[in-house]
Nanobody, 123 residues
């Protein structure tokens, strides 16, 4: 079955960095757009970034543009999210997901989801 497993979350001070990873299995990784979302307590799940099947195109939410970078390694069936200059407002559970559709940033466009990894940014 399809599995997406995130790792790399943790507690970091404001201004610090983290690198999230998401390992995929169960279907042909390179056939799917990959995305990262996040959800803070009491808030809706929001789009963070997505990347094309081959990795040549990526886009990021305005709130993270210039600080976060999504990438993928199709040989390792893994997508990454490099997060720099972290802010307290980045605190959330981060999820990876895959999509067989287009580049709609809504969660409904995505098929399978990981269990999430907590990122906490302290002041």
């Amino acid at each position: 079955q399809v599995q997406l497993v995130e790792s790399g979350g943790g507690l970091v001070q404001a201004g610090g960095s983290l690198r999230l990873s998401c390992a995929a299995s169960g279907r042909t990784f390179s056939s799917y757009i990959m995305g990262w979302f996040r959800q803070a307590p009491g808030k809706e799940r929001e789009f963070v970034a997505h990347i094309s099947r081959g990795g040549g195109y990526a886009d990021h939410a305005d709130s993270v543009k210039g600080r976060f970078t999504i990438s993928r390694d199709n040989a390792k069936n893994t997508v990454y999210l490099q997060m720099n200059s972290l802010k307290p407002e980045d605190t959330a559970v981060y999820y990876c997901a895959d999509s067989s559709g287009g580049y709609d940033t809504g969660p409904r466009n995505y098929d399978y989801w990981g269990q999430g990894t907590q990122v906490t940014v302290s002041t």
